[in-house]
């Protein structure tokens, strides 16, 4: 199959959409971060592939992936942490039942 913009903006729609759909259906909170980090996937190959086809030979659509990859790393590690704080004190990960977060 040859490989062609409309695929991979294809691809990264279907990434976006299955993430966005998540976060709004699903309420435990390890679901929506799986699904926040489809959403940056689907981001980063979108802008690789605009990159590819439009701006062919120059290595800012690459750097600027690489920069979402370690923020979506970085994301994920606080995200968990702050998830696994939330099981400890509440006992519970399902987002509608955390209605009271006060200090």
Do not use: P, W
Not at 54 to 83: D, K, R, S, Y
């Amino acid at each position: 199959m040859a490989s062609s913009l409309f695929s991979y903006l294809l691809l990264s729609l279907i990434l976006i959409s299955l993430g966005l759909v998540g976060v709004f259906i699903r309420r435990n909170l390890v679901i929506m971060l799986i699904c926040i980090e489809l959403i940056l996937n689907g981001v980063t190959i979108n802008l690789l592939a605009i990159n590819k086809f439009v701006a062919n030979g120059h290595a800012l659509g690459q750097v600027i992936a690489i920069f979402i990859i370690a923020l979506a790393a970085a994301e994920t590690t606080i995200a968990l942490a702050l998830i696994f704080l939330t099981f400890r004190h509440y006992k519970e990960i399902d987002a509608e039942k955390l209605n009271e977060l006060k200090g």
